[in-house]
């Protein structure tokens, strides 16, 4: 069982930046593979990034390469999604989830545990 608290959203402007973090309770968090998944308005949840248990392999999503980084500290049970160049399209609720496995899910089916979600709003 692994629970997940995101936090660090907020409301920025259009080309500021942000870090969200998501804590993670449990003693085996460097067994797991993290995602971020983003849910705008009207819209379905979406894969954002992904970091697999060492921190040593990363995936994202095209709308993002290259603006946002997806890190881990083991040590801390947390994971972080720095967010840069932040776009009005940005805007979404932000979740992070959890996996057992040894790779980095993209897709949402591949993930069991899930955080509450964190809001960003940036403004054009």
């Known amino acids: 069982q692994v629970q997940l608290v995101e936090s660090g959203g907020g409301l920025v402007q259009a080309g500021g930046s942000l870090r969200l973090s998501c804590a993670a309770s449990?003693?085996?968090?460097?067994?797991?593979?993290m995602g971020w998944f983003r849910q705008p308005p009207g819209k379905d949840r979406e894969f954002v990034a992904a970091?697999?248990?060492?921190?040593?392999?990363?995936d994202y999503a095209d709308s993002v390469k290259g603006r946002f980084a997806i890190s881990r500290d083991n040590a801390k049970s947390t994971v972080y999604l720095q967010m840069n160049s932040l776009k009005a399209e940005d805007t979404a609720v932000y979740y992070c989830?959890?996996?057992?496995?040894?790779?980095?899910?993209?897709?949402?089916?591949?993930?069991?545990?899930w955080g509450q979600g964190t809001q960003v709003t940036v403004s054009s």
């Open positions: 449990g003693r085996t968090f460097n067994e797991y593979a």
């Open positions: 989830a959890a996996a057992r496995v040894p790779y980095t899910p993209p897709a949402r089916s591949g993930y069991r545990y």
């Open positions: 970091i697999d248990w060492s921190g040593s392999s990363t």
